[in-house]
Structure formats: structure tokens, C-alpha cells
């Protein structure tokens, strides 16, 4: 060894946190100075806090991949993204405003930093992480629903146009729309056949659950409202509230056209046989209207294709 030389080979780090979609891996840190990597999915959203959240340096360097950096929360989406490619970077001593990046493709990326940048990125991760445990403890089918559901919600989002925060909001809000069945006995969830009426009003309270739960961190606010309506309908017969239309955020429309699809054509235990692709799609376009936004329904079959296909 040299002496007073740290050296470190390419697999290690000084501390790592781990998500659906990113890893980030502090690498070094003196002081005030944190520098980490990170590595995120492609097709991925993430943003960089405003200095009401986070005051300091930040510098990011792209290692590898592509990645567009999107309207911040105060245009009104008709800027043009910026492609960042490798050798690129960007440099902040705090922003007025949260900025918002799309990957294009899978990224490595190299921050510099003042500390604790690492620090709250690993608060907000392990907050998600125990929420989803909560989630997987109670079904444990449902871990490969929620992340088809994030996937899918996303690519519909963003075939409406949706950019910035509301992105944010409905990846957080498709992967833990359930999270308020936590609350709800495992007798009436694990139960196989019908539910008695005042079982059924209990598992209907779920989404008021799911939305308590989620309110009680300040970053998953917009994304409760959207837990909160995803089992209205387009014509207001849906509940907890009856909302209908434009009523309905538009992210609680996006997840219930997609958590609809999932159902019909996954394997449930109250369901014999799931429907194939094309069958799940009619059901779709024939309850367009009434249970599902017209457009949404359109968007997410341009999303997944109607080929026709079992």
C-alpha cells in the first residue's frame, strides 16, 4: 500500500443503496464533500432537489449512456429536452426549482457533492423499501404486479404528454397503489370466494388507507391522491368519493386502466383462466367511457400494441 493513498477497486464503495430502478454507491467523502456513482434503468425519471429541500454543491458527470434533462416544475412543457451523453456534465449551487431527467438509456453517472446529499438519498430509498416489504408481506403476489405496474404507468404517462413531477407521482403511486390493503384483516384479503357487504366495505376502504399511509411522507404526497382515486370510475360510480371525469387525477386514471389489464391477464386466485392480451383489450375499449378515461385506454393500447396477439 501506498501510504496516505485510498485505493479502491471498481466492485467496492465505502456505501451503497439499492432500488427498483437505481443503485448509488458512495464512493469517497472528506468533510463536506460526498462522491458517489450512480446507475440508473433505462426509461427511468429522477430530478434533483430544489433548495428548499437541499442547499449545496452538486456536480454530475455521465460516465456512460444518455439521458435527457427535462421541463422543470415551473414551464409549461413545451422546452426542449437536453440530451446529456458520455463526457458531458452538469454543475448547481442550489436550484429555484426541481429539475427532471429521463434516461433514454441505462446510466452511470459520477456526482461530487456536500454532504449529506448520500445521506438523503438513503433515507428516501429505505422509507420506499419498507413500504414495499409492507406491501410483499401481506401478498406476496403482488411483487411482480406492482413492478409491471410502474413500468406500464409510466410509458402510458408519458404517451399523454404527462412530464416533471406528475411522472414521479405516478411511478410512486402504480408501484404502491395497494400499500392500504395492509390495513385491511388478511381474512377478508386472503379470502377465495364473495365477500359479505360489510367485508366489502372494509376492503373498499383500502385506498383511503393507502393514501394515510403514503401522506406521512412529505415526497409521496402527490402520489397519495393518486392511491386515493384509483378505484373511481370515468362515470362516477367508482368509489371511495364518486368522483368522475376530469375529477379523477389523471395519474389514478392511468393506474387503473393498467392495474385492470394486469388482472385480467395474470393468474388470481378468483380467477380461473387469465384473458389473453387481446382479450383483456376488448374488455378495455368496451368499458371506455364508463369505468376508464377514453384517452387513457387509447394510450395504453398504443403503449402495449393491439396486434391481436394471444
Known sequence: ????????????????????????????????????????????????????????????YVLRGTLTIE????????????????GDYIYHNGLPSKVYFRTAEEVELL?????????MAREGVEEMRALAQSVDEKDAATQGHCLRMGRLSIEVAEKLG??????????????????????????????DHDLTEEEWVEMKRHP???????????????????????????????????RKGD??????????????????????TYQQEPLSKSEAIEELKKQAGTQFDPKVVEAFIAVIGDDGEG
Request: proline content about 4%; some cysteine.
Open 1 to 60: 500500500m501506498i501510504e496516505g493513498l485510498t485505493i479502491r477497486h471498481q466492485d467496492e464503495a465505502v456505501d451503497r443503496v439499492e432500488k427498483r430502478s437505481t443503485t448509488l454507491e458512495l464512493l469517497a467523502s472528506n468533510g463536506s464533500v460526498e462522491v458517489s456513482r450512480q446507475r440508473v434503468e433505462a426509461g427511468r425519471h429522477f430530478y434533483l432537489y430544489a433548495s428548499d429541500e437541499w442547499t449545496g454543491f452538486e456536480f454530475i
Open 71 to 86: 421541463c422543470g416544475e415551473d414551464t409549461e412543457g413545451d422546452e426542449e429536452p437536453v440530451l446529456l451523453r458520455p
Open 111 to 119: 456526482l461530487v457533492s456536500s454532504a449529506p446529499g448520500f445521506g
Open 162 to 191: 404527462l412530464h416533471g413531477q406528475p411522472l414521479i407521482d405516478i411511478s410512486y403511486a402504480a408501484y404502491l397503489h395497494d400499500i392500504g390493503k395492509v390495513r385491511v384483516p388478511d381474512e377478508i384479503l386472503g379470502k
Open 208 to 242: 383511503e388507507y393507502g393514501a394515510e399511509i403514503l401522506r406521512e411522507k412529505d415526497f409521496l404526497g402527490g402520489a397519495a391522491e393518486i392511491v386515493r382515486a384509483h378505484h373511481e370510475r370515468f362515470d362516477g360510480s367508482g368509489y371511495p368519493r364518486g
Open 247 to 268: 375529477e379523477i387525477p389523471i395519474g389514478a386514471r392511468v393506474v387503473a386502466v393498467v392495474d385492470t389489464y394486469d388482472a385480467m391477464t395474470s393468474q388470481r
